[in-house]
């Protein structure tokens, strides 16, 4: 099984629908972030949170929200999705300490039509 | 705003002739640095990484150098491999957040 797993790995749905990305973990790591890819970028920062009691603001966070409903679990929801959200979405963890020991899922593809 | 694919930057190189991915990061503070491999469909994949007290650290024929004084990272592949092909990402550290640049397309010609 993968350290983090991410669901569903592609999903199509509809403007204006609310869609919930998973994460979940495995590495027992405190740190989990969520990430945006689109074509011809890099990687940019939606969310991340340091524990369970922590959330906060990445660099383009607006249209999305998340929620950390336990150590191993962070989801992120787009309420009203529209087609500029088209793009590919990554989970990351790290430990609480050091800067090193970040694990990537494997994606999610969400188009927006 | 709408989306607009970018074209990004490609290194092609023949088949066991050594790459060179350059970098420019952007905060002078950021006190880490890490190489991302990401082939498609995939996610990144740790490469090798440096903290800002060091201009050079090595791993399997991966060499990373660092010069703070431009800000400026590289990432050399000796020997490179049909099996590098892929997408380069630096990123840096900074408040516990990791910071990603565009990323260089690595092709390699048999």
């Known amino acids: 099984d993968a350290d983090v797993t991410q669901t569903p790995r592609n999903r199509i749905t509809k403007t204006g629908k609310r869609i919930m990305l998973e994460c979940s973990q495995t590495k027992g790591h405190d740190r989990m972030y969520w990430y945006r890819q689109d074509p011809g970028l890099g990687l940019r920062l939606i969310y991340y949170?340091?524990?369970?009691?922590?959330?906060n603001k990445g660099e383009i966070s607006d249209g999305y929200s998340v929620s950390r409903q336990a150590q191993a679990k962070f989801s992120l929801s787009l309420e009203s999705a529209i087609p500029n959200q088209t793009a590919l979405y990554f989970c990351?963890?790290?430990?609480?300490?050091?800067?090193?020991?970040?694990?990537f899922g494997s994606g999610t593809r969400l188009t927006v039509v | 705003g709408e989306n607009v694919g970018l074209h990004l930057p490609t290194l092609s190189v023949q088949e066991g002739d050594n790459s060179i991915i350059n970098c420019a990061y952007s905060?002078?503070?950021?006190?880490?640095f890490i190489w991302y491999k990401q082939e498609s469909g995939k996610g990144p994949q740790f490469i090798i990484d440096i903290r800002s007290n060091m201009d050079k650290r090595q791993g399997q024929r991966v060499t990373v150098l660092l010069n703070k004084t431009v800000k400026h990272l590289s990432l050399q592949i000796a020997a490179t491999q049909p099996g590098d092909s892929a997408v380069y990402f630096c990123?840096?550290?900074?408040?516990?957040?990791?910071?990603f640049g565009q990323g260089t397309e690595l092709s390699v010609k048999p």
């Open positions: 990123a840096e550290t900074l408040g516990g957040k990791l910071i």
């Open positions: 905060n002078s503070a950021s006190d880490y």
């Open positions: 949170s340091f524990d369970v009691k922590d959330i």
């Open positions: 990351a963890t790290k430990p609480g300490t050091g800067d090193y020991g970040y694990t």
